[in-house]
């Protein structure tokens, strides 16, 4: 047996993240050590992700995220067998900033460099936490995504559909911003939508019309936008009431068109044994609980990793790097750093 020691880097939003993974080619991968530091405090002001801010808060945290995974890990860098970083999709100099510094270090060190596609790192995730085989499916929905992906192997990817505007996360961002509700929206809209009445409001399931997996969910928005002035111009203003049921009638729309699709996506891929979910949105109680309701119908296993490697980290980004090092991928210093980059 042979076991690859191996440094992840992540950087591609508002998460500075470094993680060390030792990953057995005949057993469960282990977590050495990980950090993730978040912005989130940098950017609260701007209503978002600032890209000029958050790169310079990568450029200046990379070198301490990595130091301290080395020192909690109590090992150098004599110690790895290589350093995967991601190399995008994401915000170019967030992206750059790892990637000079993965460059650096396995320079430095004399070690093999990877590049990783951070939404592979994501795809990957269950086989790292659930030890889950090939093919699987796999259903990705973050702040800045949503994609249904058929894996079949780290280099192997088939998308089915996705959203062809907004992403979940960012709906339900918006909606917090739309009823002045705290950022990240998700959690503050769930524990609102927990004490409204889902019927109040007709919020339109978009797309559902139409066969396949994409998704729509800029329309959603619009409609919440509509009612809370409808309230607003009949009313003068806002109750507690109005606000929860606005999320809850929002939340439900976002569930039913999320588990409409994923029984698609299952129905399209009878092959497949197990449906797995990523992102912050699968930290949702009523949307994790349809998908875990259509994955039953349908026979198939369900499987949510732990929050903390659902959403941004870098030990998904170190493990995805020990697959594609084991497939025979080497990068070099002309590795570049890519905004965009379909898997
Ligand atoms: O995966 P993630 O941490 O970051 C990226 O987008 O890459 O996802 C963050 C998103 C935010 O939009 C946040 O509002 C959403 O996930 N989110 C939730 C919940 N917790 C976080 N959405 C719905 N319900 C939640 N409980
Ligand atoms: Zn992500």
Redesign the pocket.
């Given at each position: 047996s042979n076991t690859l020691t191996i440094l992840g880097i992540e950087s591609s939003?508002d998460d500075t993240a470094a993680a060390i993974l030792r990953v057995p080619d005949d057993g469960a991968p282990q977590i050495l050590a990980q950090t993730v530091q978040g912005q989130g405090q940098l950017h609260a002001d701007f209503g978002g992700v600032v890209p000029e801010i958050a790169a310079r808060a990568h450029a200046e945290k990379l070198d301490i995220c990595v130091a301290e995974v080395l020192r909690d890990a109590v090992l150098g860098l004599q110690g790895m067998d290589a350093i995967a970083v991601t190399a995008g999709p994401g915000l170019i100099g967030g992206v750059m900033s790892g990637v000079m510094c993965a460059k650096g270090l396995a320079t430095g060190a004399g070690l093999p460099l990877i590049g990783v596609n951070h939404l592979a790192g994501h795809a990957l995730t269950p086989r790292l936490t659930d030890g889950v085989a090939y093919p699987y499916l796999m259903l990705l929905v973050?702040?800045?995504?949503c994609q249904f992906l058929r894996v079949g192997g780290p280099q192997d990817f088939t998308r089915l559909g996705g959203t062809i505007d907004d992403a979940p996360?960012?709906a339900?961002?918006k909606t917090a911003r739309l009823l002045g509700l705290p950022q990240?929206?998700?959690?503050s809209?769930?524990a609102e939508a927990a004490l409204g009445d889902p019927a109040r409001h007709a919020f339109p399931r978009p797309m559902l019309d139409r066969p396949g997996c994409d998704m729509s969910f800029s329309g959603l928005k619009t409609a919440i936008l509509r009612a809370r002035d409808a309230i607003v111009a009949d009313k003068g203003g806002l109750t507690r009431q109005d606000r929860r049921d606005l999320c809850a009638g929002f939340q439900a729309a976002m569930q039913d068109v999320l588990a409409e699709k994923t029984r698609r996506a299952l129905a399209a891929c009878p092959d497949l044994g197990v449906i797995a979910v990523a992102?912050?949105?699968a930290?949702?109680e009523a949307i994790r609980g349809a998908l875990m309701g259509v994955a039953e119908a349908a026979g198939v296993r369900f499987v949510a990793p732990p929050l903390a490697l659902?959403?941004?980290n870098a030990a998904m980004i170190a493990y995805a790097g020990a697959e594609l090092y084991r497939a025979g991928q080497r990068d070099d210093m002309t590795l570049s750093a890519r905004p965009r980059w379909p898997l």
């Open positions: 939003c973050s702040g800045g995504h996360g960012e339900f961002d990240p929206g998700g959690p809209v769930e992102g912050g949105v930290a949702n659902c959403t941004d």
